[in-house]
């Protein structure tokens, strides 16, 4: 099993840039892919970004293309997202997820954080 801790939430103005961090203890965090999610009251939850266990494969939602990196550093057990140009829309609870699967991660992901809000101010 995987345990997942988020942080890095926040408010931020439009424009501005945050960066969510994915600490990971249990099994070797190495094995597994990334993903990001986000959730909005009301709404359906939804894939932002995932990346492989090596880092070197990445996909991203087309909303958040060109604007967000994910990544992450095996040594520290971490993953990061990278928001840049965030805007209203981004509000959001971000959430960490884990899976051995760079596939399966985006829709049955195996494993959870807790989220931390992000909120976008206009």
């Known amino acids: 099993q995987v345990q997942l801790v988020e942080s890095g939430g926040g408010l931020v103005q439009a424009g501005g840039s945050l960066r969510l961090s994915c600490a990971a203890s249990?099994?070797?965090?190495?094995?597994?892919?990334v993903g990001w999610f986000r959730q909005a009251p009301g709404k359906e939850r939804e894939f932002v970004a995932r990346?492989?266990?090596?880092?070197?494969?990445?996909s991203y939602t087309d909303s958040v293309k060109g604007r967000f990196t994910i990544s992450r550093n095996n040594a520290k057990n971490t993953g990061y997202l990278q928001m840049n140009s965030l805007q209203p829309e981004d509000t959001a609870i971000y959430y960490c997820?884990?899976?051995?699967?760079?596939?399966?991660?985006?829709?049955?992901?195996?494993?959870w954080g807790q989220g931390t809000q992000v909120t976008v101010s206009s």
């Open positions: 249990g099994r070797t965090f190495s094995n597994y892919a």
């Open positions: 997820a884990a899976d051995a699967s760079f596939y399966r991660i985006k829709t049955n992901a195996a494993y």
């Open positions: 990346i492989s266990y090596v880092g070197n494969s990445t």
